[in-house]
């Protein structure tokens, strides 16, 4: 009888927590990310009047066809045209993760030539509403086929509203940097992300030397004249040590401390414009994956917040 009761209870207390994960996991979707256009536009307002501008991702990541692929491509020019509807927003953009448009199994010629159209095509449609298409980072992976693509728009075809955001986490970033200083020097425009990392598989320097890096990064891109803005969820460390008015900050909504940090005194003196990265899907495969990084990012979110 005891052993019964024993194992009822702990059971029951297994339920318990499931249950609990599975209530903070929809809590913690419902904070980072949206799932309905009319609460993302109405956050994207509040933002606006604060004079913060936004970038809207629409997570869409483990693509699983072509026609999945042109679904998010509609996806973004439906948002495009909103960002541009009645009043228009001052500052808004869109920011992509390549690897959405091309399957993961494909040759990475086939993923270069597939991500290659349909990234022209975005810039081509956001450009003509002078609205720009950031480039999420990537795995280290996917430089393969994406580095070209940016060169490929950039360099040869003259397009100046692709941005994309780097790795500092990484120890080859100052040497892609200077790359990316060279495409600039030969007439090439766009702005450079310089991110802390969301991939610790990818991870090569701890907190202080990514700080180190993205500073490093951030004079080298401000000494020629390239718009450079610190991409950083967690912590704005790097842009306190910046000349006032040199560097953008980008931050990710959802986070407490970073409503506060935008709209602080502080990052309003320091930071030249304030921005905010916001995640958009219509279901929870495509969300999970994303809050999911983000919990192993700050496992502490889990149960703070």
């Known amino acids: 009888m005891e052993d019964a009761a024993l194992l009822f209870y702990a059971g029951l207390s297994v339920l318990v927590l499931a249950g ?34 936004v970038l809207i991702n629409v997570a869409a990541e483990n693509c699983r066809s072509e026609k999945e692929a042109g679904f998010l491509l509609r996806s973004y020019f439906l948002i495009l045209s909103i960002l541009n509807g009645s009043g228009g927003m001052k500052n808004g953009h869109i920011s992509v993760k390549p690897s959405s448009f091309v399957l993961s199994g494909w040759p990475a010629e086939k993923k270069k030539e597939k991500f290659e159209a349909a990234l022209s095509q975005l810039a081509d449609f956001a450009g003509k509403r002078n609205r720009r298409v950031w480039l999420d980072e990537e795995r280290s992976a996917d430089e393969e086929w994406v580095e070209p693509v940016k060169r490929a728009l950039v360099c040869d075809r003259g397009i100046t509203n692709l941005s994309w955001r780097i790795r500092c986490y990484r120890r080859d970033a100052f040497r892609r940097i200077t790359e990316y200083v060279n495409w600039h020097k030969q007439g090439a425009s766009f702005s450079i992300g310089l991110c802390r990392g969301a991939y610790p598989e990818d991870g090569e320097l701890d907190e202080n030397e990514t700080a180190e890096n993205i500073l490093r990064c951030a004079r080298l891109l401000a000494d020629n ?24 900050l980008h931050m990710l909504h959802g986070r407490e401390e970073v409503d506060t940090a935008l709209k602080s005194i502080l990052v ?38």
């Open 20 to 53: 609990l994960a599975v209530w903070r996991g929809i809590y913690l979707i419902n904070k980072f990310t949206f799932r309905d256009l009319k609460k993302l536009f109405l956050k994207i307002e509040e933002y606006d009047k604060e004079g913060i501008g």
């Open 268 to 305: 309003k003196e320091l930071a030249k414009s304030r921005g905010v990265y916001m995640i958009y899907g219509r279901s929870l495969r495509s969300l999970l994956p994303y809050v999911l990084r983000r919990l192993l990012e700050k496992p502490a979110l889990f149960w703070t917040q």
């Open 225 to 248: 004249s390239i718009d450079c803005v610190i991409a950083s969820h967690t912590a704005i460390k790097p842009i306190t040590n910046a000349k006032s008015g040199t560097f953008s």
